[in-house]
């Protein structure tokens, strides 16, 4: 059943951005980047905030057993290369709820914790809850490129993003997918499409701070959608509770 959702979510994800917009990514560049695998399978992308501790998207993982998941560092493939790590334990948030994908944020913890190094640092967190950017700012995500017919290859891609304001965000989207104070959104709404960037879990970066996770789109051929990501500001308590990172 988890393996089902998971190939559902990994469907309707995609948020639709022109290709100038998307570029091959080298690990050394974005180091903080993980492939999460169940069974050795990527599953979805995270983040790594801290020596012991990812975060990721909470439909990535919930329901999943930590000892049947990995945790793919340094490599800027799928699949290959870099370091596999070992899961300690999977912290998905309390009220996450799989329908609407509200608290759609989840922590990984590392059985054993990192040596940081040039493919391997952790990225910042917000310093406070109300962290607010400017709607139009141009931030960046990154994750594994997919085109229209579905997963085009499994080189780490980078994409410009410009933050499209909540209302406007709200009024592309169905009724049975709202978008939540606790949620941003970020695509180009207005450009051709010719692929389509993103997997759960992928993070939202403004310059080396976290700034969203990647919850859901609705598919490469929705182009007036931007994707929705969990508002990470929104988390950093839950996250200080839960890790013991403390950042405010």
């Known amino acids: 059943m988890v393996t089902k959702i998971l190939i559902l979510f990994c469907i309707l994800l995609g948020n639709v951005l022109a290709s100038d917009n998307t570029k091959y990514a080298n690990i050394i560049e974005y180091p903080y980047h993980v492939s999460v695998e169940i069974y050795g399978k990527h599953v979805c992308s995270g983040a790594l905030v801290h020596e012991s501790w990812v975060i990721t998207a909470a439909s990535c993982v919930f329901g999943s057993n930590p000892s049947t998941m990995t945790v793919r560092v340094r490599s800027s493939t799928l699949f290959v290369g870099g370091d596999e790590l070992e899961?300690?334990?999977?912290?998905?948030?309390?009220?996450?709820?799989?329908?609407?994908?509200?608290?759609?944020?989840?922590?990984?913890k590392l059985r054993i914790p990192v040596q940081f190094g040039e493919k391997l640092l952790p990225i910042g967190l917000p310093e406070k809850k109300d962290y607010v950017l400017d709607d139009g700012t141009t931030c960046y995500v990154t994750g594994w490129r997919h085109t229209l017919a579905g997963p085009a290859e499994s080189r780490l891609t980078v994409t410009t993003v410009p933050l499209v304001n909540q209302s406007t965000c709200s009024s592309t989207m169905p009724c049975y997918e709202p978008v939540f104070q606790?949620?941003?959104?970020?695509?180009?709404?207005?450009?051709?499409?010719?692929?389509c960037q993103g997997d759960p879990g992928a993070p939202l970066m403004e310059g080396q701070t976290l700034i969203g996770v990647l919850s859901y789109g609705l598919g490469c051929k929705t182009m007036i959608h931007p994707g929705v990501y969990t508002r990470v500001s929104s988390y950093l308590a839950w996250i200080s509770v839960n890790s013991g990172i403390h950042y405010i």
């Open 87 to 108: 899961v300690a334990n999977i912290v998905v948030h309390e009220d996450f709820d799989k329908y609407v994908l509200l608290n759609n944020i989840a922590l990984i």
């Open 182 to 195: 606790t949620m941003l959104c970020a695509g180009n709404m207005t450009r051709g499409v010719e692929t």
